[in-house]
């Protein structure tokens, strides 16, 4: 157990719709990422926010966004899904020495979103 | 930009024969290197990793990895496999340009016969 939790752990929704997808670091990690997993395209970083503001964005698409609130959880809402958006998505957490520092990352278990 | 190449797709090894996953990583200073293993349905778990000093770095269920700067390489090892060591490993480098995040090969999916 990484210390990490996720939820919900499985989503089944319709192309259109929008979702939230829950993150909850590990206790004193100030750095949260999110990453989404599928079969063609591998791990890919999306967005990470560093106590509470935002430090930087990967491949994450305009329909998407983050935010992190004050007691460190985090949320990713994706929506006018599309079938494409169909993957695993991780966050992870982190406890850099330094909003610009490099630490291991630990993964929760992920949310498998199905769109349908 | 950086990147981390995994050569090899999917590997077969036999319960206690020695294994090595091959990771080559493309980075314009020193990287920060990782391993990483997925078993199914699971999330990410934390092999090993490489921030500085000491090239040959232990980890966790008896792994090892060796960075070789000259080489690009960030390969992990291990003497004996278990058939529970059956999953798919990632290696992944960190980079501070990108916000600290991982940059993550595209994986190996090991298989261990009996």
């Known amino acids: 157990d990484s210390g990490v939790t996720q939820t919900p752990k499985h989503l089944i929704t319709a192309t259109g719709q929008r979702v939230t997808l829950r993150c909850s670091p590990r206790?004193?990690?100030?750095?949260v990422y999110w990453y989404q997993q599928s079969l063609d395209q591998g791990l890919q970083f999306l967005i990470q926010y560093y106590n509470g503001e935002e430090r930087a964005k990967g491949n994450i698409l305009e329909r998407f966004s983050a935010q992190q609130f004050p007691d460190l959880h985090s949320e990713l809402n994706l929506s006018s899904l599309e079938l494409g958006d169909s993957a695993l998505y991780f966050c992870?957490?982190?406890?850099?020495?330094?909003?610009?520092?490099?630490?291991?990352?630990?993964f929760g278990p992920g949310t498998r979103l199905t769109v349908t | 930009a950086q990147s981390v190449t995994q050569p090899d797709i999917h590997i077969t090894v036999s319960e206690g024969a020695s294994l090595e996953l091959r990771c080559n990583y493309s980075y314009g200073a020193t990287p920060y290197l990782f391993w990483y293993v997925q078993s199914p349905g699971q999330g990410l778990q934390l092999l090993l990793k490489y921030f500085s000093g000491d090239t040959l770095v232990q980890g966790i269920k008896g792994f090892e990895a060796e960075f070789k700067r000259s080489q690009s390489s960030f390969n992990l090892r291990k003497p004996s496999v278990h058939w529970s060591d059956a999953a798919e490993y990632f290696c992944a480098v960190g980079a501070v340009q990108a916000g600290t995040a991982l940059i993550f090969g595209k994986g190996t999916t090991l298989s261990v016969s009996s």
């Open positions: 992870a957490s982190s406890s850099p020495s330094g909003a610009s520092s490099v630490a291991e990352q630990y």
């Open positions: 206790s004193g990690d100030l750095s």
